[in-house]
């Protein structure tokens, strides 16, 4: 060790230099820094008996089905007959009974037939036209009749009509004047739709066609 002032020899013992006279320094002491003591967690231990305990309680709840499974089969066939009591209802939505009988579902019935007579209007060049119209449908569905025709100036004619109906689609054809034919009305054909107490539709005539309805007197009271 030598003296940090001139560089002499020092004494590790010496406070003071003895040929300078400059304080000796005191050494520093560092100490050792303890490393983190490494903490062990607690292993938890399995409580003793466990797997005991679940294979007692699973044989208790096994004896228990057991009993009751003998009950309900011993009441069921008191008396040597099965109860076939029990509600059939509580598989379907809302307790509604479901349907075992394997039976098809309905189907809605056909439309109604056209007989009957139909007013309406249909419009021309010349403003709107009443059409009064008497039908009868025979079995085959083909349609005859006739169509009475008015118009707001008072134009008036008759024709028989003939057509056939396909579901609810039904057409209609004038195929012949009854009455003297008015001047500038031709025969016209109408493509309806069956609907109930309706029939709405097309009226056409030498090529142009205009909105169609009619009402069924005989059924609307």
Avoid: H
């Amino acid at each position: 060790m030598k003296c940090v002032a001139c560089g002499a020899p020092l004494n590790t013992q010496s406070r003071f230099c003895t040929a300078c006279g400059a304080a000796v320094p005191k050494p520093t002491i560092v100490a050792p820094v303890p490393s983190p003591a490494t903490t062990q967690q607690p292993t938890a231990e399995a409580p003793k008996g466990g797997r005991k305990t679940s294979v007692l309680l699973a044989a208790f709840v096994g004896a228990a089905l057991a009993v009751g499974v003998g009950y309900t089969f011993t009441r069921s066939n008191d008396g040597g007959q099965a109860d076939t009591s029990a509600s059939t209802t509580s598989g379907t939505p809302g307790g509604s009974s479901a349907n075992t009988t394997g039976s098809s579902p309905s189907v809605a019935p056909s439309p109604a037939s056209v007989t009957g007579t139909w007013v309406g209007y249909s419009t021309s060049g010349s403003g709107r036209i009443r059409q009064t119209v008497n039908l009868t449908e025979n079995a085959s569905t083909s349609i005859t009749g006739t169509m009475e025709s008015v118009s707001e100036s008072g134009k008036s004619a008759t024709v028989r009509v003939v057509g056939t109906r396909t579901g609810s689609e039904v057409r209609l054809d004038e195929v012949e004047w009854l009455t003297p034919q008015p001047s500038g009305w031709w025969l016209a054909s109408m493509n309806m739709t069956l609907d109930g107490q309706d029939l709405a539709g097309s009226f056409s005539r030498l090529g142009s066609s205009t909105p169609m309805g009619l009402i069924d007197l005989s059924r609307s009271g």
